[in-house]
Nanobody
């Protein structure tokens, strides 16, 4: 129930682009708000981006605004994060999360299910 699986992480150079995805097994995916969070080594997990159930409303952390784009394909039960102009500071494990009830938020405590994470490493 509520299984999320991230993919697409890897090692890239500063300035490169990368797209990571999250596949949801829950058939009610289209009704859930979704979010991306990341955790760098030795740091707490932070908000990256969130999207409402329809994809119309999106939210971003200031550090990624203008560089990252969150999107979803409800027909394919997939959440995406397109990352551009990557910086070494973007290096982290990226997690997707779903919120069963409520709007998309920046607060990770609002989310009910989490994936296992995918590593993104940006070299300088």
């Amino acid at each position: 129930q509520g299984r999320l699986v991230e993919s697409g992480g890897g090692l890239v150079q500063a300035g490169d682009s990368l797209r990571i995805s999250c596949a949801a097994s829950e058939r009610k995916f289209s009704g859930y708000a979704m979010g991306w969070f990341r955790q760098a080594p030795g740091k707490e997990r932070d908000f990256v981006a969130a999207i409402n159930w329809s994809g119309v409303s999106t939210y971003y952390a200031d550090s990624v605004k203008g560089r990252f784009t969150i999107s979803r394909d409800n027909a394919k039960n997939t959440l995406n994060l397109q990352m551009r102009s990557l910086e070494p500071e973007d290096t982290a494990v990226y997690y997707c999360a779903s919120r069963v009830w409520g709007e998309a938020t920046q607060n990770q405590d609002d989310y009910d299910y989490w994936g296992q994470g995918t590593q993104v490493t940006v070299s300088s």
